[in-house]
């Protein structure tokens, strides 16, 4: 196919292409500053080394008591609260017991973060599953058509990028050697 062909496609899907690279971009470097910056990233760096004092074989009350503990603290602050999740962590400063209860008409309501030593309440925040920055990168916060437009946006810039090494190909010359041969 001759080069106007290619160089018509490039430039048709490049202008709409572009916009949603910059926002591409721009929102998948605030999910990386929030992921590299951010308090879990923290959490998890400063439990990296540690070493877990609870191990395949330790007795069933090693995870039962500090997840009773966690459930009777949660029904104190909430009670009857429907539980989602509950995720034990072994390792950190303090080992914790993290549950999350379910809103009455189902999905995530709240976080707790409860001691599992002593079963007091470190914190309570709202939960979802995924944070907002993250779900606006993916196009998911604009529901399902932001899903469908995201797929189209990577599939845009998989075509231009084809179409731009293509092009790319086509205009470089024969006769060069060396480093010319690619940034001519």
């Given at each position: 196919?001759?080069?106007?062909?290619?160089?018509?496609?490039?430039?048709?899907?490049?202008?709409?292409?572009a916009l949603f690279l910059l926002f591409a971009s721009i929102t998948g470097f605030l999910v990386a500053g929030t992921e590299?910056?951010?308090?879990?990233e923290a959490a998890r760096e400063a439990t990296r080394r540690m070493v877990?004092?609870?191990?395949?074989?330790?007795?069933?009350?090693?995870?039962?008591?500090?997840?009773?503990?966690?459930?009777?603290a949660v029904n104190a602050r909430a009670p009857g609260a429907r539980v989602d999740f509950v995720t034990v962590q072994f390792?950190?400063?303090?080992?914790?017991v993290i549950v999350v209860t379910a809103a009455p008409p189902g999905g995530e309501d709240k976080k707790y973060v409860i001691d599992a030593r002593t079963?007091?309440?470190?914190?309570?925040?709202?939960?979802?599953?995924?944070?907002?920055?993250y779900r606006l990168h993916s196009g998911e916060a604009f529901g399902d058509g932001g899903l469908v437009v995201a797929m189209l946006w990577a599939l845009a810039l998989a075509v231009l990028t084809v179409t731009?090494?293509?092009?790319?190909?086509?205009?470089?010359?024969d006769n060069l050697t060396g480093w010319r041969r690619v940034f001519w």
């Amino acid at each position: 196919m001759k080069i106007t062909f290619w160089r018509k496609w490039h430039r048709w899907i490049g202008f709409p292409a572009a916009l949603f690279l910059l926002f591409a971009s721009i929102t998948g470097f605030l999910v990386a500053g929030t992921e590299f910056f951010g308090a879990d990233e923290a959490a998890r760096e400063a439990t990296r080394r540690m070493v877990s004092p609870v191990t395949a074989g330790a007795p069933s009350t090693s995870w039962s008591e500090p997840i009773a503990r966690a459930l009777a603290a949660v029904n104190a602050r909430a009670p009857g609260a429907r539980v989602d999740f509950v995720t034990v962590q072994f390792k950190g400063a303090p080992p914790a017991v993290i549950v999350v209860t379910a809103a009455p008409p189902g999905g995530e309501d709240k976080k707790y973060v409860i001691d599992a030593r002593t079963g007091a309440v470190i914190s309570v925040e709202a939960y979802a599953d995924k944070p907002f920055l993250y779900r606006l990168h993916s196009g998911e916060a604009f529901g399902d058509g932001g899903l469908v437009v995201a797929m189209l946006w990577a599939l845009a810039l998989a075509v231009l990028t084809v179409t731009g090494l293509i092009i790319y190909l086509k205009l470089r010359r024969d006769n060069l050697t060396g480093w010319r041969r690619v940034f001519w």
